[in-house]
Nanobody
């Protein structure tokens, strides 16, 4: 089985910073994409940032210039550095991965359990 475990959420004032981490563990064969989505109350889950194994990134327009995604492929870990946080960034942030496991090449989407980010003064 595979698990994605997030950490690093919490309460921060507007303009502050947080760094989220997500570690993928289990019988992982290969991770193709890792990244982050978020969901605020009453809203649909939306893309924040993702990174392919080769380094290609995709960011939501709302976070460009403020958030930076990075990966440590050797550790099956993805990070999200969030700077200049705004109240509208407040949401549950979910780690996301496209991966294969147990030695085959079938690709599966996997989600973490989510971590709360609260931006408030």
């Amino acid at each position: 089985q595979v698990q994605l475990v997030e950490s690093g959420g919490g309460l921060v004032q507007p303009g502050g910073s947080l760094r989220l981490s997500c570690v993928a563990s289990g019988s992982i064969f290969r991770i193709y994409v890792m990244g982050w989505y978020r969901q605020a109350p009453g809203n649909e889950r939306e893309l924040v940032a993702i990174m392919a194994s080769g380094g290609t990134t995709n960011y939501a327009d709302s976070v460009k210039g403020r958030f930076t995604i990075s990966r440590d492929n050797a550790k099956n870990t993805v990070y999200l550095q969030m700077n200049n946080l705004k109240p509208e960034d407040m949401a549950v942030y979910y780690c996301y991965a496209v991966l294969s496991y147990s030695g085959n090449n079938l690709q599966y989407q996997w989600w973490g359990q989510g971590t709360q980010v609260t931006v408030s003064s």
